[in-house]
């Protein structure tokens, strides 16, 4: 199983204010995604990676960013966080084989103010 | 496309009683399936997955679930309900191709009454 994990875990912040999610895990897992989850619970990838220097956009639109400089560490930046961007932030990685099983961290509760 | 339909968006039962949890999918290829659980004010945890081995998969906390083809479904259940067992339980189908994304359900909230 995956050790995966993310600070802060809660946060609330003002209109304006760059922000930056950590994410890392130690399992050396070249696979790692964002989901952004609403308040009704579903889920959604706002941003992946396959690796080392790959970044992709997900399924949702969004307006964080990510980077992926080391394979252990995949932070999430929101330059001038809003309202909007209030929700729960998720971080998974997936280990290689034949079925790619996908471990979450605890998840970032960001409230913007 | 790949796709998944958690039947009932909130699901409630007494302690003792059996946990049943419908998912339904759609997939184009053979697919894998998961089931996560998520406790309040955490991340998901995998409770159990599909990989075209046995049709009767057995998770963790006593959890299963059965693979049937001929009805594109994967059911939770669970024979004996404990109060720990309140969260919320997603259903997820493996995409297609070498990304293999997850396709997520919308999740079902359980809550055990005593």
């Known amino acids: 199983e995956a050790d995966i994990y993310q600070t802060p875990r809660y946060l609330v912040i003002g209109t304006g204010k760059k922000i930056t999610l950590e994410c890392s895990q130690t399992?050396?897992?070249?696979?790692m995604y964002w989901y952004q989850q609403d308040p009704g619970m579903e889920l959604h990838l706002i941003h992946y990676s396959y690796g080392v220097n790959s970044t992709e956009k997900g399924d949702l639109s969004s307006e964080s960013t990510v980077s992926r400089i080391r394979t252990e560490h995949f932070p999430l930046t929101l330059e001038s966080a809003r309202p909007s961007h209030t929700s729960q932030y998720l971080c998974?990685?997936?280990?290689?084989?034949?079925?790619?099983?996908?471990?979450f961290g605890p998840g970032t509760r960001l409230l913007v103010l | 496309a790949q796709s998944v339909t958690q039947l009932g968006s909130h699901v409630s039962v007494s302690e003792g009683a059996l946990v049943l949890l419908r998912c339904n999918y759609s997939s184009s290829v053979p697919p894998y399936l998961f089931w996560y659980v998520q406790y309040p004010n955490q991340g998901l945890q995998l409770l159990l997955k599909?990989?075209?081995?046995a049709t009767l998969v057995k998770g963790i906390n006593g959890f299963e679930a059965e693979f049937k083809k001929s009805e594109t479904s994967f059911h939770l259940t669970k024979p004996s309900a404990h109060m720990s067992d309140a969260a919320e339980y997603f259903c997820a189908v493996s995409g297609p191709g070498n990304n293999r994304k997850l396709i997520w359900g919308l999740g079902t909230s359980l809550a055990v009454n005593p």
């Open positions: 399992m050396g897992h070249d696979k």
């Open positions: 998974a990685s997936s280990d290689p084989g034949r079925v790619e099983t996908q471990y």
């Open positions: 599909y990989t075209s081995a």
